[in-house]
């Protein structure tokens, strides 16, 4: 039957994927902390005028239940980070620290212009194109992720 040659491959890679950590005596059936939480395809964007915030977009999927909330964002060479919502008001796009955001099992909630992002207050000086820096995400239930983000210019985000 299809429904089970989908969950015996996925038991195939759950396990390909242990035994690559070097970790293949434990157990599969929970998924470990870093493939709980993932995210993917995050990069910075420097701001066009000096001084100004910079902003970082990714994709981010929880691969668990709880719905637990994401409870803070860092980003490795700053000290003031917030986690920013985009939303309309009288025609025009305003910004602010966004609502608590949930995350749902297996849903992948898209960090992009227009959208959340992560307002970076104080970008280091040293931040130039083409280099990358890393991101924490940590949720209300002690999970976390760090990941890559790759740095761009302004006016490179789409
Ligand atoms: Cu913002």
Redesign the pocket.
């Known amino acids: 039957m299809k429904r089970s040659t989908l969950f015996a491959a996925f038991v195939l890679a759950g396990s390909t994927a242990l035994s690559a950590c070097g970790s293949s005596d434990e157990p599969a059936e929970e998924a470990k902390p870093a493939e709980r939480l993932v995210a993917e395809g995050g990069k910075l964007v420097l701001p066009a005028v000096s001084g100004r915030?910079a902003?970082v977009y990714f994709d981010i999927t929880y691969n668990s239940g709880g719905a637990p909330v994401m409870e803070s964002a860092s980003v490795e060479g700053a000290e003031k980070t917030?986690i920013?919502a985009?939303d309309m008001k009288n025609g025009t796009a305003m910004?602010?620290e966004a609502a608590p955001i949930s995350m749902l099992a297996r849903q992948t909630i898209k960090f992009e212009p227009g959208g959340y992002?992560l307002?970076v207050m104080d970008p280091a000086d040293s931040w130039k194109a083409g280099d990358s820096t890393n991101v924490t995400i940590k949720l209300d239930n002690g999970e976390e992720t760090t990941f890559p983000v790759e740095i761009q210019a302004a006016g490179d985000e789409r």
């Open positions: 915030p902003a917030q920013h985009t910004m602010g992002h307002m």
